[in-house]
């Protein structure tokens, strides 16, 4: 009977590992998750001073997009959230991070590149033209189904809202863009 003992014992211990390491996994798979997605970011080229982005820096970013649409958004919220709070001590850092984001969600969502807002008219705000149409997809247009810059990078173009309230506001408010058919 020792040999039915060591099978039962075998079994017994080959049990709880299945058990221990579903449950590992599971617990573990959010940390992993946002890890991939603050990689993503990263990865992102920066937002040039000029309008010239580079093919391999907007197939980057398209990937990125495509990654953040299919995560759970609450925990793509929490993956930028994070990946900003890493360069908060970083102060020459921080705006090209915040750039790389910005330009992101422009991309991740579909906004319109024209919405009448007559009370911010000659404010100044470079995403506003001069009968007040504002554009919320800038610094991005979207043309052939392929996004270009229209703008090169400014301090004071990026959002002023915490990144939590940015992606809450555009997620609700917009769906996401359809990247199937973008290629570079």
Aim: hydrophobic share 45%; charged share 25%.
């Amino acid at each position: 009977m020792p040999r039915l003992s060591k099978i039962i014992v075998y079994g017994v211990v080959g049990l709880a590992i299945l058990w221990f390491g579903g449950w590992l996994i599971k617990r573990e798979q959010p940390v992993y998750a946002k890890w991939k997605l603050k990689r993503f970011v990263r990865k992102i080229e920066a937002w040039p001073a000029s309008t010239n982005y580079s093919a391999a820096g907007w197939s980057h970013l398209v990937g990125a997009a495509r990654a953040f649409q299919k995560a759970n958004p609450k925990l793509a919220e929490d993956a930028l959230a994070e990946y900003l709070q890493e360069y908060a001590n970083k102060p020459s850092q921080l705006p090209i991070e915040q750039g790389k984001v910005f330009l992101l969600l422009r991309v991740v969502f579909d906004l319109p590149d024209r919405v009448q807002q007559t009370s911010a008219a000659g404010s100044g705000r470079p995403d506003l033209s001069a009968d007040g149409a504002a554009n919320p997809a800038w610094p991005l247009r979207w043309e052939e189904g392929k996004p270009r810059l229209v703008a090169g990078y400014a301090n004071a173009a990026v959002s002023r809202k915490s990144i939590r309230d940015e992606y809450a506001y555009l997620r609700y408010r917009f769906r996401y863009r359809d990247l199937s058919n973008v290629k570079f």
